[in-house]
């Protein structure tokens, strides 16, 4: 069960339809595929998604931090000693993408060596989740047309729209649209990426009141500290701190300081050692959790399934796991699929899936 080799491989998939949102916008997936070997032959593997706009990592820094930092400090342990593995990668700040994506592979191969699904290492409480999907920005009568398609060919009923442009209306037009021609029967939520202060934010939410929204995610800077929690203060739903809650110590600070009341658990950020953290943290605290979407791939979103369904918390809700489908391709040998509103994960060792290595030659960028 030895680590004898971690590789980082980038590569560049294109967005059929970018993605928008008040902190940038994603038009080709440019991922890092990491790959841990072990003595017996093992291959376990992760994506990381570089977001330079939230994390400040970038595809050639991942590469770098993996191959000359990471690497070196994780041959030759054990699959089992993944406590250690995440101590020694815990020596350097940040990096999280990178960190995880070395952490879930490391699981996976542990997963495959063992002969268990990641799931049933975890907590095996489910075998699938409901799926939320994350609408980008667009005009209304598009975002619309989106979310029905969503619908009508995934059973998809849960949409989290993306907000903080200015003028703060542009947004709530397009959520009153939705609410309008879906009706009832779906739950919507608004994330604003920072992109409104507090004081638009509230407005934002008062102009949307009658709207029934499940969540708010972060919308103003968390940085802003009084107005974070004056506004948090007189939201009527949960407020979900996202990228102002990267580790689980900052859940903390967010939470008992009056920021969040809420958490979004990303494992591309997190990992599944990490992310276990904050769910246990989440759950003592009696936090609503959300599963996000670090806008990844087929493997980073069966990542995300793999980890929230072996919880009974992270299942209560929808976990945002559809926006592989607005990429023109993908790495896996059979693609992911969502029907009747539901990702399962896959029955296997490890995570279930295998790379296509005909897709890996035509996307890898490092050849
Ligand atoms: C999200 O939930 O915010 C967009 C920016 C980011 O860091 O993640 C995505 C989705
Ligand atoms: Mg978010």
Not at 83 to 96: I, M, Q
Not at 318 to 342: K, V
Request: hydrophobic share 40%; glycine share 10%.
């Amino acid at each position: 069960m030895k680590i004898t080799k971690v590789e980082a491989i980038p590569f560049a998939i294109p967005y059929r339809k970018p993605l928008r949102f008040a902190s940038g916008e994603v038009h080709v997936a440019e991922h890092v595929l990491v790959r841990v070997h072990t003595d017996d032959g093992v291959v376990g593997v992760a994506e990381a998604p570089p977001r330079p706009f939230t994390y400040g990592e970038t595809q050639d820094g991942i590469r770098a931090v993996v191959d000359q930092l990471f690497a070196p400090q994780v041959v030759g342990l054990s699959l089992l000693e993944r406590e250690t593995v995440a101590a020694r990668l815990g020596r350097t700040v940040g990096n999280p993408t990178a960190k995880s994506a070395l952490d879930m592979a490391v699981w996976d191969a542990l997963g495959r060596t063992l002969d268990v699904g990641v799931t049933e290492l975890l907590g095996g409480f489910s075998d699938r989740m409901r799926v939320s999907h994350m609408l980008g920005f667009d005009e209304p009568a598009a975002m619309v047309a989106e979310a029905e398609a969503m619908r009508d060919t995934y059973g998809i009923t849960t949409f989290k729209v993306k907000v903080g442009r200015r003028p703060y209306r542009l947004d709530t037009e397009v959520v009153r649209a939705l609410r309008t021609a879906l009706g009832s029967t779906v739950d919507l939520y608004v994330d604003g990426n920072r992109g409104w202060s507090a004081a638009e934010s509230a407005r934002a939410m008062k102009e949307m009141a009658d709207l029934d929204l499940l969540f708010a995610e972060e919308l103003c800077p968390a940085d802003d500290v009084l107005g974070r929690r004056w506004l948090v203060q007189q939201c009527d739903v949960p407020f979900i701190a996202d990228e102002s809650a990267v580790t689980p110590a900052d859940v903390t600070r967010e939470v008992l300081g009056g920021s969040a009341t809420a958490v979004s658990i990303k494992t591309a950020r997190t990992g599944f050692t990490q992310s276990q953290r904050v769910h246990h943290l989440a759950e003592g605290l009696g936090l609503e959790v959300v599963m996000g979407n670090q806008i990844d791939g087929q493997l980073g979103s069966m990542c995300t399934v793999a980890f929230g369904a072996a919880y009974r918390l992270t299942t209560r809700r929808a976990g945002e796991l559809s926006n592989f489908l607005d990429m023109t391709d993908d790495l896996l040998t059979e693609p992911l699929e969502i029907s009747g509103g539901e990702l399962a994960i896959r029955p296997g060792a490890g995570l279930g899936v295998e790379v296509d290595p005909d897709k890996l030659a035509r996307y890898r960028t490092d050849t």
